[in-house]
């Protein structure tokens, strides 16, 4: 439940701290006095969307921090604990609004999105407003509330996500269909690109090999000519040669008896520059004595460069590439292929999601038929009591047109309703007045109230239109929801304001300067005289007050 409540600098708010507590809290006051400026910070608090018209003039932020006990709200303590924001304590929602319209959002002092507010929020709060039976005149609401009521909320999800899924796979089902034709053509002319490329078989360093073999064949003559010339300059030249070169420099330096340390070194490089130019010689050789020249070898060479550079020109790609192609190729034939395999599970995912949606959408309409009996009275026997004697209330469920799995379920769900004895059942938008719609939602607000799992209800001003008896009457209902839970109720019914176990005031402080919003706790003379007030009249009179006296003392007891 909301225990504690600080607004700082919101509208005509400068600062304001409430402490709340179980049961019926009645808040009331002028008009303009900033009541509903409370709940509207709240509903910041809540997630609601904000500007920066809300901030206080001359300030530069508005500030609200709304604290709840969630000792009796495991779905909200289960919600924080998979997102790590739980924490010892009340839970603290806090929304900041800057000057310039920006807005953060906090859970427990961790930064939050703003849906994250509204997605808590809705477990910790049931708001009804005093417009809240415009949306009465729609389905969607007689739905939502018939599966509230019903405890049905979740199952009401489940239907609607298997209506979905159905609905995609399908989609995915007919997209692969629809493009039957195209893709049979498509696997014809990959399968005959992929047969030209494996009957290449070009292997994975063939190309650079073949280049390479041809180059070296194409150069022969001039290759084994370099050879020889080389050889016969390092070793076989008669007018000097290399080695002959370095073999007499090493006699001449070895033949000194000793030698400088700086000429070792130097004997020591010509000894091993003899090793390698004899080594670089071999070489030489063993390539000239296995080197063969073979004319036919070239052409062949030719001929599989001549295909390999062929299919590349074809593909309009570099020769390098055509391996890679024909990995996407054979990548993109299997999809093709098991599009075909696809086919088959989603016709089997179709008509499982089908089986699964009929029997979640079955269990919920049985759900709706038993809770819309139950509902339909209880509305039925309030509308008695808020000064609508005879009239009549039921439920109807009119059986889908859809053949396909409809996210709704398997009904459509229409509030009828008779206002007056001797009228026919008729739908709510057709039939209901001003009045007697406001009397109507109360009614069906109040009903579905009690099977609420949040256990704070806040009811702005819903006792709009409603006077005398039925007054008090509504006082005495929400009085009733107060004992079972948390119920802030704003009201300018004396009928009602006396009917609460506790009463705030708002009212406004003046200055000199400035106006801003303040909140007493009444209790005893100064509660009496408020709803006295509130009963009528420019001046408090002994009847008024005696009057005020006796509605607070009848309804405590």
């Known amino acids: 439940m909301l225990v504690h409540l600080s607004i700082h600098n919101y509208a005509i708010v400068e600062h304001l701290d409430l402490e709340l507590d179980t049961g019926m809290t009645v808040i009331t006051g002028e008009t303009g006095a900033g009541k509903s400026i409370m709940l509207d910070a709240l509903g910041l608090a809540l997630g609601d969307r904000a500007d920066s018209g809300a901030v206080r003039p001359g300030t530069d932020k508005a500030d609200i921090l709304a604290s709840f006990d969630l000792t009796a709200i495991p779905e909200a303590r289960a919600w924080l604990a998979e997102r790590d924001l739980e924490r010892e304590g ?10 310039e319209g920006r807005s953060r959002a906090y859970i427990n002092g961790s930064p939050c999105p703003q849906g994250d507010l509204r997605a808590l929020g809705e477990l910790l709060i049931d708001i009804h407003n005093q417009h809240e039976h415009q949306s009465l005149l729609k389905n969607d609401t007689h739905r939502r509330l018939l599966d509230e009521y019903a405890g049905a909320s979740e199952l009401a999800r489940q239907v609607q996500m298997a209506a979905q899924r159905w609905r995609q796979t399908r989609q995915e089902l007919e997209r692969l269909s629809n493009a039957g034709d195209e893709q049979r053509a498509r696997q014809q002319l990959l399968n005959y690109q992929l047969e030209e490329l494996e009957k290449l078989a070009l292997g994975d360093r063939e190309l650079e090999e073949l280049e390479l073999e041809h180059k070296t064949l194409s150069n022969a003559e001039q290759l084994l000519g370099n050879c020889r010339q080389v050889i016969d300059l390092c070793s076989e030249s008669d007018a000097g040669n290399v080695l002959s070169a370095l073999t007499a420099s090493l006699q001449r330096l070895t033949s000194l008896q000793a030698l400088p340390g700086p000429l070792g070194e130097a004997v020591n490089l010509l000894a091993s520059a003899q090793i390698q130019v004899k080594e670089a010689v071999g070489e030489l050789n063993r390539f000239l004595d296995h080197f063969d020249v073979d004319p036919q070898r070239q052409q062949s060479i030719e001929e599989r460069l001549d295909a390999i550079y062929g299919l590349a020109r074809k593909h309009r790609i570099p020769p390098g590439e055509l391996i890679p192609l024909q990995q996407r190729l054979r990548s993109e034939l299997a999809g093709l292929n098991a599009d075909d395999e696809t086919l088959e599970r989603l016709d089997r ?22 809770a819309g009996e139950r509902l339909a009275t209880a509305v039925e026997g309030q509308m008695q009591r808020l000064g609508m004697p005879g009239g009549l209330f039921a439920i109807e469920l009119h059986p889908s047109t859809s053949s396909e799995p409809h996210p709704q379920g398997l009904e459509q769900v229409e509030f009828l309703v008779s206002a007056n004895p001797g009228q026919p059942l008729k739908p709510l938008a057709r039939v209901a007045s001003g009045g007697e719609l406001s009397r109507i939602s109360l009614a069906i607000q109040v009903i579905t109230a009690q099977t609420s799992r949040t256990p704070t209800l806040v009811f702005d001003e819903v006792d709009v239109g409603i006077g005398g008896p039925t007054a008090e009457v509504v006082g005495q209902l929400l009085r009733q929801l107060g004992q079972q839970g948390q119920v802030l109720t704003v009201t300018h019914l004396p009928q009602v304001a006396a009917q609460g176990h506790r009463h705030l005031f708002v009212h406004k402080a003046r200055g000199i300067d400035e106006t801003r919003t303040a909140v007493a706790h009444l209790e005893g003379d100064s509660r009496i005289a408020e709803v006295a007030r509130m009963l009528g009249g420019l001046e408090l009179t002994e009847e008024s007050l005696a009057h005020a006296r006796r509605m607070i003392g009848s309804a405590q007891t």
């Open 90 to 99: 009340p839970c603290i929602l806090r929304r900041v609004i800057t000057a």
């Open 349 to 370: 995912e179709l008509a499982a999601y089908a089986r699964h949606y009929r029997e979640k959408a079955g269990e919920l309409g049985g759900l709706r038929r038993q």
